[in-house]
């Protein structure tokens, strides 16, 4: 019975529903559900999922929702799934990371998603209640709606939605475009309606030249309650995952959610490092996932120690500049570990973390050595 509900709540689960979705296609995908697994689903079937989803401990109490979530006067699969969204939403998330972010084109809301990718963080986008059009941002006319906001401090556009929970999370992720030098004034609106004492907020901004600093002043000149406000950082719009994660990397208080470490053993010293976010090191993962791997490795050409690995691993070749402490994939076979430059198409399989190529250089030595790599529990 349980393997049939979860078919069914599978069928649902790509970010909630879709209220659009037509009868006639939730009707097919139940029938495609119930071939697929032998069995039909009675009403008293999805009865006992919803009391199922009910019983979860979850933050909001969905009792008294009669199980008609979209209050059309119906139960139908469509409420089901609204309460699978809920419940989601509510015992899944528990996030103390919120990226919070304000972006009318696009390009900030392109970094606050390498943030949630990254740390896995909480998400709330400030929304305008009357929505920014294209002529409100057209800053080449000095009356739009954008200029006329900028030119006036005290201007506090309504955001349309609110935040809840704002007291679980220690740390806040503040996104915005640069309008004329400085933080949209619908920032100056959100950060004067929330009590941020508990957490640590970290400004981004994306913009065309500008940098952040003129709106830093200014979330600080506001007199909001907040624990502890980090110096930001701003984006272009070419900026990459990676220059995302380079800065996170740097913050005090970055957690980074999927990330794997593994510990490296050399000459009697123990390193760390960080594997990269791609099949080729998942593979590795799984390799040194039950018991250590011991290679021998030796120079080559005076920038990497080189050795065999047990069995091929897929490939995601690149072109990359290598540094001290890159450790890298050659032909699927090979892996390398960089104490210098060197640059061709190959795959990152991760980096040592904190250490200098002089203390790399040191630790490794010349010529043949031994180094087992094991992941870290
Ligand atoms: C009204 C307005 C004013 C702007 N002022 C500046 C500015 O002073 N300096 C700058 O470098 N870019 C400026 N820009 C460009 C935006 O900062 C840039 O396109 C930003 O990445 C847009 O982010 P978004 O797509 O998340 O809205 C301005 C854009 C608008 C709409």
Same mark, same amino acid.
């Given at each position: 019975m349980f393997t049939a509900f979860t078919a069914i709540t599978g069928a649902f689960s790509?970010?909630?529903?879709? /209220?659009?979705?037509?009868n006639t296609f939730i009707a097919s995908q139940i029938a495609n559900i119930s071939d697929t697994v032998q069995q039909d689903f009675t009403i008293e079937d999805m009865n006992n999922l919803q009391d199922f989803l009910l019983a979860k401990s979850i933050k909001e109490d969905l009792s008294d929702n009669n199980y008609d979530l979209d209050n059309d006067g119906e139960w139908s699969v469509f409420d089901l799934c609204l309460m699978r969204q809920k419940v989601i939403n509510t015992t899944e998330k528990d996030s103390d990371v919120l990226v919070v972010y304000f972006s009318r084109t696009g390009t900030t809301e392109v970094i606050a998603d390498y943030i949630i990718d990254i740390t896995g963080a909480d998400v709330f986008e400030i929304e305008a209640l009357v929505p920014y059009t294209d002529e409100d941002i *057209?800053?080449?006319? &000095?009356?739009?709606r954008a200029n006329q906001e900028q030119n006036n401090k005290s201007v506090r556009p309504e955001i349309a939605d609110t935040l809840e929970?704002? =007291? *679980?999370?220690?740390t806040i992720f503040l996104g915005y475009p640069i309008w004329w030098g400085e933080e949209p004034r619908i920032i100056d609106t959100f950060l004067e $309606?929330?009590?941020? &004492?508990?957490a640590t907020v970290i400004p981004f901004c994306t913009s065309? $030249?500008?940098?952040l600093i003129a709106s830093e002043k200014n979330i600080k000149n506001l007199g909001f309650a907040y624990g502890e406000l980090l110096n930001g950082r701003c984006f272009s719009s070419d900026s990459t995952r990676e220059d995302v994660s380079d800065w996170l990397d740097t913050?005090?208080? $970055? =957690? /980074?959610?999927?990330e794997i470490k593994m510990n490296i053993e050399v000459n009697g010293h123990l390193l760390t490092a960080t594997l990269a976010d791609n099949s080729s090191a998942k593979a590795f993962a799984e390799i040194i996932k039950y018991e250590p791997l011991m290679i021998q490795m030796d120079d080559y050409a005076n920038f990497e120690k080189v050795g065999r690995l047990p069995k091929n691993i897929p490939r995601n070749d690149e072109q990359i500049r290598t540094e001290a402490g890159d450790i890298i994939l050659y032909q699927g076979n090979q892996v390398t570990i960089y104490y210098d430059e060197n640059t061709w198409n190959f795959t990152r399989l991760g980096k040592i973390d904190n250490i200098t190529q002089a203390e790399l250089k040191d630790i490794l030595g010349t010529g043949s050595v031994s180094v087992t790599f094991s992941l870290m529990s």
């Open positions: 790509v970010n909630g529903c879709d /209220k659009t979705t037509d *057209q800053y080449s006319n &000095s009356s739009c929970n704002i =007291e *679980q999370y220690d $309606s929330y009590d941020f &004492s508990g065309h $030249s500008s940098g913050l005090p208080v $970055s =957690e /980074k959610e999927n």
